[in-house]
């Protein structure tokens, strides 16, 4: 069992960052691939961004692509997601997640048995 909390998330201008956190339970959160995902009121959970259990792989959705970045410490059990140039479309509560998936990365909400409540995320223009 895996236990999940997201912190970081808040209220930015268009155009600033925020740096979210996601701390892990568990003595075996560096076999996890790590994904972060993100709702926004009325639609559906879509995937940000993943990497591998090592880190040494990571993957991002196009709308996020170039101004966020992943990234894990194993040794403090913990992910990162570092957001630059926010925008409002960008909005929504993000979550982190993690599943077994080898030496991979996951894309796949449907993969990942665990996952975080959430933190907000409120870009203003």
């Known amino acids: 069992q895996v236990h999940l909390v997201e912190s970081g998330g808040g209220l930015v201008q268009a155009g600033g960052s925020l740096r979210l956190s996601c701390a892990a339970s568990?003595?075996?959160?560096?076999?996890?691939?790590m994904g972060w995902f993100r709702q926004a009121p009325g639609k559906e959970r879509e995937f940000v961004a993943t990497?591998?259990?090592?880190?040494?792989?990571?993957y991002y959705a196009d709308s996020v692509k170039g101004r966020f970045t992943i990234s894990r410490d194993n040794a403090k059990n913990t992910v990162y997601l570092q957001m630059n140039s926010l925008k409002p479309e960008d909005s929504a509560v993000y979550y982190c997640?993690?599943?077994?998936?080898?030496?991979?990365?996951?894309?796949?909400?449907?993969?990942?048995?665990?996952w975080g409540h959430g933190t907000q995320v409120t870009v203003s223009s």
């Open positions: 997640a993690g599943c077994f998936s080898g030496s991979n990365y996951n894309l796949d909400p449907r993969s990942y048995p665990y």
């Open positions: 990497i591998s259990a090592g880190g040494g792989r990571s």
């Open positions: 568990g003595r075996i959160f560096s076999s996890y691939a």
